[in-house]
């Protein structure tokens, strides 16, 4: 049948744009860039939290690279330090030979992405932080949090034993999941381990990753609460704003439950993000 929208572009002729403007036709299903994406988790995850978004992008024709790292996933050992997570990481990029990288943070691998970068930035395209942590130079991940949180933090460490941190349910139902249902926030939850402690407080020195003229972005999930919204600790423009030039995408989500229930939106973000 005959519609109102063909009718519509067959008698629509625009001008054509002056030069050196031009308008590409926009890419058809099986003609998108590959890209190759290296995917960083956060804290209370291992390599398993990118299964949905690695499968997703991986289905739209990309490569996808999931390190896990020290203190995480299989590994009991959690007496890790940040230098070794990211040492970790970069070993990862760098035996696989691996280049034109997409690398992915977040959360807490928003500040492991940074430290990586710095190793590895010959062979990065693009750093994408996903409600990321984008530490400033001397501080420390935990200098991020308001300082009612920050002292949270080291009680939860002192009360552990083992220097560890283990959110209680009411903190990670309304922070890390707020968007989901009761059943799924409890599922969710009973995946999570205690989290090493010492990276959370150990003070990083950034000034290579401010020096990098790598292109950045930054992916906003609207409704993700691990920070307080709004400017003073937020995700964005707090975090973000940091970068200087950088690349916005905004979507709605939460800190883990969209990556759980939508994985292609946060696929489709990526690929957003990534994109010349």
């Not at 709004?230 to 940091?242: A, F």
Request: aromatic content about 12%; some cysteine.
């Amino acid at each position: 049948m005959y519609s109102f929208e063909q009718q519509r572009r067959n008698s629509y002729n625009p001008l054509p744009a002056p030069t050196p403007y031009a308008y590409a036709p926009a890419p058809q299903p099986g003609h998108i860039e590959p890209l190759t994406f290296v995917l960083v988790h956060g804290s209370w995850a291992d390599a398993g939290f990118w299964d949905g978004t690695a499968a997703e992008l991986r289905r739209l024709g990309h490569t996808v690279y999931v390190p896990e790292y020290p203190g995480h996933g299989a590994e009991p050992n959690t007496d890790v330090t940040h230098q070794e997570i990211d040492d970790a990481v970069a070993q990862y990029i760098i035996s696989r030979n691996l280049r034109s990288i997409v690398l992915v943070g977040h959360s807490f691998g928003g500040s492991v992405v940074q430290k990586v970068a710095e190793q590895t930035a010959d062979r990065l395209r693009r750093i994408v932080f996903i409600d990321g942590f984008v530490v400033a130079d001397g501080q420390s991940l935990g200098d991020q949090f308001p300082p009612a949180s920050q002292q949270f933090f080291r009680q939860l460490a002192e009360a552990s034993g083992n220097n560890t941190l283990m959110l209680p349910y009411p903190v990670f139902r309304d922070t890390f999941v707020n968007l989901a249902d009761g059943h799924l926030a409890r599922a969710l939850y009973s995946k999570i381990k205690p989290e090493p402690a010492k990276p959370l407080f150990e003070k990083l020195d950034l000034k290579r990753f401010f020096a990098l003229s790598t292109p950045k972005s930054y992916v906003y999930l609207t409704e993700d609460n691990v920070l307080p919204q709004g400017e003073g600790y937020g995700w964005h423009p707090h975090m973000s704003g940091r970068l200087g030039i950088f690349r916005l995408i905004k979507d709605h989500g939460d800190h883990m439950t969209t990556f759980c229930t939508q994985p292609w939106r946060i696929a489709r973000r990526l690929v957003e993000a990534a994109r010349d």
